[in-house]
């Protein structure tokens, strides 16, 4: 399936609580780059498509929506780097409340086939 490239850096970080809150991985995953590395605990780095698959669906079984301010983006030619602050708050299925937040830190690079995909996906930047 084919998804709307992203052409603009500041609306990475935007597209991807747009595809979290619809709950499709498949559409997350197509903001990545093929070997990208997300970090879904701090200093707990996942690489390749199947383990970011798996890192998404905990996040995803949440079944919570997540929010997304983006602070600032830097941008070299086709390199950038994305700063947003997220928040995923509310009562989990099991009925636990969760209360989670972070300042995501993302590099990203751009071509013409994908528009900008993440290179590495850090939800929580500082740590």
Not at 45 to 50: I, N, S
Not at 51 to 70: C, E, K, T
């Amino acid at each position: 399936m084919s998804y709307p490239r992203v052409e603009s850096l500041d609306q990475l970080n935007l597209a991807f609580a747009e595809r979290f809150n619809a709950q499709d991985v498949d559409a997350l995953l197509a903001l990545n780059v093929p070997d990208a590395v997300f970090v879904p605990a701090p200093g707990q780095p996942v690489q390749g498509e199947e383990a970011v698959r798996g890192a998404f669906g905990q996040f995803l079984g949440l079944n919570l929506p997540i929010s997304m301010n983006v602070r600032r983006v830097f941008q070299s030619g086709t390199t950038g780097l994305a700063v947003a602050d997220w928040t995923i708050e509310g009562v989990s299925p099991d009925g636990s409340d969760v209360e989670l937040a972070g300042t995501t830190s993302d590099v990203a690079v751009y071509d013409e086939e994908h528009g900008w995909r993440y290179v590495i996906d850090n939800p929580f930047g500082t740590a």
